[in-house]
């Protein structure tokens, strides 16, 4: 099984930006394929992104497009989410999850980290 560990959350102000990272452990990282999720305080939890396994295609939730950027290093078992032009309202804790090529079930996740985004 591969293991995710995120990185990279904090506290910024409206219009700021955050990287966060997802780091894979455990098992070949361009066996999988990384998505990016997020919950916040009474909500369900949403897709934000995800990004293949090998080919680099991704995938944005329409309230991202043009402000976040998926991409990964797999020579660094790395996957980056880049935040532009943070709104209050991506205030959430942030997954990472993968799934192997091939598969739809998002089976491995991380334990998250809080992106804070004040007014």
């Known amino acids: 099984e591969v293991q995710l560990v995120e990185s990279g959350g904090g506290l910024v102000q409206a219009g700021g930006s955050l990287r966060l990272s997802c780091t894979a452990s455990g098992a070949p990282f361009d066996d999988y394929t990384i998505g990016w999720f997020r919950q916040a305080p009474g909500k369900e939890r949403e897709g934000v992104s995800c990004i293949s396994s090998r080919d680099g295609s991704t995938y944005y939730a329409d309230s991202m497009k043009g402000r976040f950027t998926v991409s990964r290093d797999n020579a660094k078992n790395t996957a980056y989410l880049q935040m532009n032009s943070l709104k209050p309202e991506d205030t959430a804790v942030y997954y990472c999850?993968?799934?192997?090529?091939?598969?739809?079930?998002?089976?491995?996740w991380g334990q998250g980290t809080q992106v804070t985004v004040s007014s």
């Open positions: 999850a993968a799934k192997f090529r091939g598969t739809e079930e998002w089976k491995y």
